[in-house]
T-cell receptor
Framework: DAGVTQSPTHLIKTRGQHVTLRCSPISGHKSVSWYQQVLGQGPQFIFQYYEKEERGRGNFPDRFSARQFPNYSSELNVNALLLGDSALYLC??????????????FGAGTRLSVL | KQEVTQIPAALSVPEGENLVLNCSFTDSAIYNLQWFRQDPGKGLTSLLLIQSSQREQTSGRLNASLDKSSGRSTLYIAASQPGDSATYLCAVRRETGANSKLTFGKGITLSVRP
């Protein structure tokens, strides 16, 4: 069975541009969460979606947005990119909406570099 | 606000050594604690998950303990191997709320020398 898949693997953008990152959860999983991991730091929670609805949001500016599709895949969008947005973006999927009761499985991430 | 600390940031040991990685957290009202492994530039692999009611979990050469009241967890690695070289992250989930996100430490980068 395929695990959590993310695309693209690597991405290079310039300041002010927009970026879209994609995530496909494990088959049967309905919850997707997004995390940002800056080099040398632990991952920071950005969003959680379940059944196409936002269930949680971390402390990130409105430039960050996400959505979930009927097939439970998800997109993370970042507008007006800043140098500080350079990071590894991780997607995690779980079976149900309650993150405390459902183990999350992580993808390999998308490495975003903003120049 | 929950804070998770992992010290030291990096560790180098000779092959075969038994070692302990430490994790501390400021808010003891956690639902569970999870240890992850991360290889350079890669995603996270879950190693062990300990529920707040448990004291320890074991998987192969790995043993994780949890002392919720003191806000501490340790990951014990027996007979370390070069293939164990990676960054080890500790993460906790708070006790309440459906949207109980993971709060991570910065990780400990382990290097096992042949």
């Amino acid at each position: 069975d395929a695990g959590v898949t993310q695309s693209p693997t690597h991405l290079i953008k310039t300041r002010g541009q927009h970026v879209t990152l994609r995530c496909s959860p494990i088959s049967g999983h309905k919850s997707v969460s997004w995390y940002q991991q800056v080099l040398g730091q632990g991952p920071q929670f950005i969003f959680q979606y379940y059944e196409k609805e936002e269930r949680g949001r971390g402390n990130f500016p409105d430039r960050f947005s996400a959505r979930q599709f009927p097939n439970y895949s998800s997109e993370l969008n970042v507008n007006a990119l800043l140098l500080g947005d350079s990071a590894l973006y991780l997607c995690a999927s779980s079976l149900g909406p309650h993150l405390a009761k459902n183990i999350q499985y992580f993808g390999a991430g998308t490495r975003l570099s903003v120049l | 606000k929950q804070e998770v600390t992992q010290i030291p940031a990096a560790l180098s040991v000779p092959e075969g050594e038994n070692l302990v990685l430490n994790c501390s957290f400021t808010d003891s009202a956690i639902y569970n604690l999870q240890w992850f492994r991360q290889d350079p530039g890669k995603g996270l692999t879950s190693l062990l998950l300990i529920q707040s009611s448990q004291r320890e979990q074991t998987s192969g050469r790995l043993n994780a303990s949890l002392d919720k009241s003191s806000g501490r967890s340790t990951l014990y690695i027996a007979a370390s191997q070069p293939g164990d070289s990676a960054t080890y992250l500790c993460a906790v989930r708070r006790e309440t709320g459906a949207n109980s996100k993971l709060t991570f430490g910065k990780g400990i980068t382990l290097s096992v020398r042949p």
